[in-house]
């Protein structure tokens, strides 16, 4: 059975920093690109960040370019999104998913999903 387990979420002021990790089990994370995704209240699932599956490239949405990077350990079957100069806007649930094709942005063609872990960023 697949598990995607997130990690590393909490509270920090405006301009901090935070380092989410996802843990995957029951699958070979190196076979799958991965990618994040957020949730504020109210709001609608959004893209973040994905990687490919050997790490190679990325892409990001345009809100969180230059200040968010996504990398991955295949070694570890693990994947990370390094979260710096943090704004209220960040403010949401973060979620890791694996399963799609390169260079999608829609949660809908991502097939695992991890359980999320909240992100607060307040003075």
């Known amino acids: 059975q697949v598990q995607l387990v997130e990690s590393g979420g909490g509270v920090v002021q405006p301009g901090g920093s935070l380092r989410l990790t996802c843990a995957v089990s029951?699958?070979?994370?190196?076979?799958?690109?991965a990618g994040w995704f957020r949730q504020a209240p109210g709001k609608e699932r959004e893209f973040v960040a994905a990687?490919?599956?050997?790490?190679?490239?990325?892409y990001y949405t345009d809100s969180v370019k230059g200040r968010f990077t996504i990398s991955r350990d295949n070694a570890k079957n693990t994947a990370y999104l390094q979260m710096n100069s943090l704004k209220p806007e960040d403010v949401a649930v973060y979620y890791c998913?694996?399963?799609?094709?390169?260079?999608?942005?829609?949660?809908?063609?991502?097939?695992?999903w991890g359980q999320g872990t909240q992100v607060t960023v307040s003075s």
């Open positions: 029951g699958r070979t994370l190196s076979n799958y690109n």
């Open positions: 990687i490919r599956w050997n790490g190679d490239s990325t």
């Open positions: 998913a694996v399963g799609a094709r390169w260079g999608s942005r829609h949660p809908a063609e991502y097939r695992d």
